[in-house]
RNA sequence: UGGCACUAGAAACC
């Protein structure tokens, strides 16, 4: 069985899920793990409405979802933006208490956030029993910046590094994003600026973001200046 | 003492 989940993830992790199904279909014995391997494997793959209907597939067949099932079916909703699914998914979660596990509240911000219900996926991050993960802040800063308000994705930004987090790379991305949603040219240039402070890395896109960001403002030599100073290629 | 796990922008192009 640790054989075949382990080629069966293999397969669904570089996209060919035809063979995962495959392999899923002819193994004589499953466990929890194949199922989560192939589950999570549609979701990312091309096929999230695969990976709910196995999700139901598989209480029909008397198995009980584990964290890592729900993470998979999560993921599924995301893509899907299916906001039903994803509700059922969440109620299951709480009757489990599966939501005791960071990883899991992260999922279910990020599936309310990619479903649009940016003040669901904020009430989450606001009650979640466990300690935020340098990942919550991330999945909530971006859930503004994308489908909300930039300026509370920048107050969020803040506000983590009064919790006591230490932004990466990725927290900048959301944050320098929510100033190019939001038009906060000035606040974006400080963020990139502060990032080499930090000594956060930056790669393409944080640069690409601010380019576009003073581009759009009409700051062009700003703009070309940063592109010159790029230590990569541009894309 | 093994296998499955959460976050990544915009524009342009098609």
Not at 89 to 110: G, H, P, S, T
């Amino acid at each position: 069985v640790l054989l075949q989940t382990t080629l069966l993830d293999v397969f669904a992790k570089t996209g060919d899920l035809n063979n995962a199904c495959y392999v899923f279909d002819e193994m004589g014995m499953r466990d929890i793990a194949s199922w989560n391997a192939l589950i999570a494997g549609l979701a990312q793959g091309s096929r999230p409405s695969d990976a709910l209907e196995l999700f139901k597939n598989m209480k029909v067949e008397g198995l009980k979802a584990n964290d890592v099932t729900v993470l998979g079916a999560l993921s599924a909703c995301s893509q899907l933006g299916a906001i039903k699914e994803g509700e059922s998914v969440y109620n299951y979660i709480r009757d489990e208490r599966l939501d005791d596990n960071v990883i899991v509240c992260n999922a279910v911000i990020d599936m309310y956030a990619k479903c649009g219900l940016v003040e669901k996926a904020y009430w989450v991050f606001d009650n979640m029993s466990c300690r935020k993960s340098l990942v919550t802040w991330n999945t909530m800063i971006m859930a503004f910046a994308m489908y909300g308000d930039g300026v509370k994705a920048i107050e969020l930004f803040k506000q983590m590094a009064q919790a006591g987090a230490v932004p990466d790379n990725v927290s900048y991305l959301a944050a320098l994003c929510a100033c190019n949603h939001a038009g906060m040219v000035d606040e974006g240039v400080r963020l990139f600026e502060s990032m080499a402070v930090c000594g956060v890395s930056r790669n393409v896109k944080h640069y690409g973001s601010v380019v576009d960001l003073l581009g759009r403002a009409g700051r062009l030599e700003e703009a070309y200046k940063i592109i010159n100073s790029m230590p990569m290629v541009p894309d």
